[in-house]
């Protein structure tokens, strides 16, 4: 973009700061809903829905997290944590027990199907930037001008 976005390419036209399409949040949730849409079908093999692959993906990094802590790397309230661990538990994908030195906490586990469900899940990441029309750079690059967001409004 040029250095004078205030103007339109006539130069008569102002800029309008709230336009749809100058919104820097409809762009970022545009792409987020576009993104989610296309890993339904990546996930469907593995009869997970998105936000629980994204619960999956944390614990084959970091297992046995409380669910608060589970929370905090997703950013996800236990309100919200809780229906999507029941139905995983139901899947028998992972354990919930509850902490024996703290009795209000649940640390999430999880099971031998769950780890083996890693190994099918290896290619989800690489089938998904295939579907989209940015090079390994560009990827990596709103990857990390994302998470400086992220990072940016979590300071605040």
Request: proline fraction near 4%.
């Amino acid at each position: 973009m040029s250095e004078d976005r205030h103007t339109a390419l006539n130069d008569t036209t102002p800029f309008n700061a709230l336009a749809l399409e100058n919104q820097l949040c409809f762009s970022l949730y545009a792409a987020s809903k576009e993104i989610i849409k296309q890993y339904k079908p990546l996930l469907a093999p593995l009869h997970i829905t998105y936000t629980q692959y994204l619960v999956m993906l944390v614990l084959w990094e970091h297992d046995d997290l409380s669910v608060k802590e589970l929370g905090s790397h997703l950013c996800l309230d236990s309100g919200t944590l809780t229906p999507v661990l029941k139905k995983l538990q139901d899947k028998q994908l992972l354990d919930r027990i509850r902490d024996q030195r703290d009795e209000r906490s649940v640390v999430i586990s999880l099971t031998d199907e769950g780890r083996a469900l890693q190994s099918k899940a290896a290619d989800i990441p690489k089938k998904l930037l295939a579907l989209f029309p940015l090079t390994a750079t560009e990827a990596a690059t709103l990857q990390m001008l994302a998470g400086k967001l992220v990072q940016g409004s979590s300071d605040i």
